[in-house]
T-cell receptor
Framework: DAKTTQPTSMDCAEGRAANLPCNHS???????VYWYRQIHSQGPQYIIH???NNETNEMASLIITEDRKSSTLILPHATLRDTAVYYC?????????????FGQGTELSVKP | EPEVTQTPSHQVTQMGQEVILRCVPI?????FYWYRQILGQKVEFLVS????????KSEIFDDQFSVERPDGSNFTLKIRSTKLEDSAMYFC?????????????FGPGTRLTVL
């Protein structure tokens, strides 16, 4: 599975959009981009995933560049409860074991 | 909405004792996982399990660890003789398939403290 690079930390004002970048320049054609978050030692929470197309669900939007070497997770109206560590994970379609490899993630602080 | 549950939420044990951590995965899921997170560190993969067999395990998952699906609903992680360094949060997860398109859903975790 390809390696990802994320900023260590970011701040966002409450009510504004939070845009979290992720670089995955070595991603291969059958690898998915996943986003999870972890709120203070709780279990990681699935947010969204995508392969090539942009994706949107009730939690967030995922924008994947055309060359697939980077992506951005967008929380459209961040709230204080969105303060968490956000993990970008690349995962192969043929990952038979199914494991997720977590990095250090981005610590997002949403401020009033 | 279905969710993964774990018991107990907190387990305190003496070094050398055996512990069993329990998980109830989402009911129609077929793939099960254990991860751990030592305080202040990354979430680390331990083991994946499918069709009553281990699919993959990490270097951390040595002979002291074992997993079992004793019945149709529970999935357990046993640590035979706990060490101080086993103190961590242990997370169970499940998914419908193992492929890259299948989301894994995590439980709330069990905090294991080894004294």
């Amino acid at each position: 599975d390809a390696k990802t690079t994320q900023p260590t930390s970011m701040d966002c004002a409450e009510g504004r959009a939070a845009n979290l970048p992720c670089n995955h320049s070595t991603i291969s054609g059958n690898e998915y981009v996943y986003w999870y978050r972890q709120i203070h030692s709780q279990g990681p929470q699935y947010i969204i995933h995508g392969l090539k197309n942009n994706e949107t669900n009730e939690m967030a939007s995922l924008i994947i560049t055309e060359d697939r070497k980077s992506s951005t997770l967008i929380l459209p109206h961040a709230t204080l409860r969105d303060t968490a560590v956000y993990y970008c994970i690349v995962r192969g379609a043929n990952n038979q074991g199914g494991k997720l490899i977590f990095g250090q993630g981005t610590e997002l602080s949403v401020k009033p | 909405e279905p969710e993964v549950t774990q018991t107990p939420s907190h387990q305190v044990t003496q070094m050398g004792q055996e512990v069993i951590l329990r998980c109830v995965p989402i009911s129609n899921h077929l793939y099960f996982y254990w991860y751990r997170q030592i305080l202040g560190q990354k979430v680390e993969f331990l083991v994946s399990f499918y069709n009553n067999e281990i699919s993959e395990k990490s270097e951390i998952f040595d002979d002291q660890f074992s997993v079992e699906r004793p019945d149709g609903s529970n999935f357990t992680l046993k640590i035979r003789s706990t060490k101080l360094e086993d103190s961590a949060m242990y997370f169970c997860a499940s998914s419908e398939t193992s492929g890259g398109a299948s989301e894994q859903f995590f439980g709330p975790g069990t905090r294991l403290t080894v004294l």
